[in-house]
């Protein structure tokens, strides 16, 4: 499975927004990207994928670079029940479910 | 709308015995994935079943560890002989259809061996 790149931990304040990086320069053509989150004591939350385009949704948005080997998920206005460890993850369709969850990136959010 | 279901939600056993989690998919998921996650580090992949089929077992320990989706009831993530290695966070995802595009996890069971 491909791999991806994210920082330990970054930090915002609240309702600021927050550009959470990630780095999958061996993704290939059917990899779509994922991203969780998981907040304290709790399974993971899904997010948002996209595969090429860039993808919007009621929680966050996902921009993708042009030669996909980045994205960022971007959180438009940080709240304090942001603060999780997010992970960012390439799936295929052939890869039911078996997600490779990394050490991701802990977001703190300061009031 | 119930989300995934795990119980019990902690659980302590003494190294030898046996470990039995239970999970409980969203209504209208046949696919079932197991994960674990050991403290500080991120979930790994054990085990993924259909109803009444092991799918991909690739990431469970051969010995001691098992898993079923049986027909009726739900899935039961089982592990025999526990040892104090076995202690962490064990959480079960759902999903409608087996392509991996968006799963709906539990909030696990912590497993501890004493």
């Known amino acids: 499975d491909a791999k991806t790149t994210q920082p330990n931990s970054m930090e915002s304040n609240e309702e600021e927004p927050v550009h959470l990086p990630c780095n999958h320069s061996?993704?290939?053509?059917?990899?779509?990207i994922h991203w969780y989150r998981q907040l304290p004591s709790q399974g993971p939350e899904y997010v948002i994928h996209g595969l090429t385009s860039n993808v919007n949704n009621r929680m966050a948005s996902l921009a993708i670079a042009e030669d996909r080997k980045s994205s960022t998920l971007i959180l438009h206005r940080a709240t304090l029940r942001d603060a999780a460890v997010y992970y960012c993850?390439?799936?295929?369709?052939?890869?039911?479910?078996?997600?490779?969850f990394g050490r991701g990136t802990q977001l703190t959010v300061w009031p | 709308n119930a989300g995934v279901m795990q119980n019990p939600r902690h659980l302590v056993r003494r190294r030898g015995q046996e470990a039995r989690l239970r999970c409980s998919p969203m209504?209208?998921?046949?696919?079932v994935y197991w994960y674990r996650q050991l403290p500080e580090e991120g979930l790994k992949f054990m085990v993924y079943l259909q109803k009444e089929n092991i799918i991909d077992e690739s990431g469970m320990p051969k010995e001691r560890f098992s898993a079923e989706f049986p027909k009726e009831g739900p899935s039961i993530l089982r592990i025999q002989q526990v040892v104090r290695g076995d202690s962490a966070a064990y959480f079960c995802?759902?999903?409608?259809?087996?392509?991996?595009?968006?799963?709906?996890f539990g909030s696990g069971t912590q497993l501890s061996v004493l």
């Open positions: 993850i390439l799936a295929r369709g052939s890869t039911l479910g078996r997600l490779y």
């Open positions: 995802a759902s999903s409608p259809m087996g392509q991996g595009e968006k799963l709906f």
């Open positions: 209504k209208g998921h046949s696919h």
């Open positions: 061996t993704i290939s053509g059917t990899d779509y």
